[in-house]
């Protein structure tokens, strides 16, 4: 189960035992918070929170800054709010900020009162490093947080590019763009370093097509390898118990019309002379065949050409289970998981937008339908 931090749902998790993943959502929000714990970073976000504010309940800054935007020739935007629990939010009122500096800074310096909501030299220094440590982030959210794909086989990815590239420290890097990088990055390899999280994730991983062993590291690909085979022989031996539970299965009426009706002899062709038995098919194999088709079809898998990274697994998965039939139920198994929590947490607002005081006498019948139509429009 995909959950966020909270104390009660890690007992329930604890308590019954459940695999539990930590939302990637809400792991990225208090990496970022706790990079944030800086004095710089806490009177600049202030000044700014402050200045935003200013506009926002002014009609009278807002057409100033209308009109200094066409007189400095900058784009006409409104200044946006920080919502605290999104730092995405924060990210985009910084960098509207300093995009509309100087038409800010026109509006400001006019008027006495608001004059000391001027940013200085240092306070835009300490924006610009925030700006460029948190924008190349801002997409791996809103796309780790999609319902309609798989998400879970991107958490390692995701990591590695985070490691390697978009947190990785450039040589034009600030001191504070520095410690801003390192204390993400610290903090999310800690939170996804236990055992038990790390053979989740890379089964996820491996079980996607577009990755494979890509992510996983060098020391634990046998260990993957090796848990692969071993779900692949529990599915194995769920498939040959499939037939006995399917025959109990009784059959409809279509099924016993379609029976009665006389059945038109079939001319026999060459090949049926060689048709093996029943009771040949049904000989059960040897252990070792079976162990020998296992890892046949485990290698065959990894040796296949992985797909492009925009194609989608599922689709992959449902042309080629007659090839891989035992690893496609593995797929279907890890590849459902989410990255994050953010879909239920869309159902909860959906829900508290429907469910108002002004509607209280809602029947939860009719609630349940009024969230369906909302969650499909």
Known sequence: MTTDNAANIKLAAEVNGWMRLQCFGHRLHLAIENAMKDPR??????????????FSYSWKKKRELAVAQQQLNLPEHSLKTECPTRWGSRQAMIDRVLEQQKA????????????????????????????KSLSPLVEFTDALSGEKYVSVSFFKPTLHLFNNSLLAVQEDDTDLTKSIKKKILDYLNDKYDDAATQELLDMASALDPRFK????????????????????????????????????????????????????????????????????????????????????ELQSYLQVVPLDAEEDPLKWWRESRKFYPRLSILARKYLCIPATSSSSERVFSMGGNIVTCLRSSLKPDHVNRLVFLAKNL
């Open 213 to 296: 062993l890509k992510y996983v590291s060098e020391d634990n690909r046998g260990s993957i390898e090796a848990s692969l085979t071993t779900e692949m022989r529990r599915m194995m031996t769920l498939m040959e118990n499939a037939p006995l539970e399917t025959a109990a299965v009784p059959a409809d009426d279509t099924e016993d019309a379609a029976a009665a009706a006389p059945k038109k002899k079939k001319k026999k062709g060459l090949g049926s002379f060689f048709k093996a038995t029943v009771d040949q098919a049904a000989e059960p194999q040897p252990a070792l065949e079976k162990d020998k088709a296992i890892a046949l």
């Open 41 to 54: 970073i806490g009177r600049a976000m202030g000044l700014c929170k402050k200045l935003v504010s200013s």
């Open 104 to 131: 800010i800074a026109q509006v400001l310096s006019s008027d006495r009162k608001t004059r000391h909501l001027s940013l200085t030299w240092q306070d835009v220094d300490v924006l610009e490093a925030i700006n």
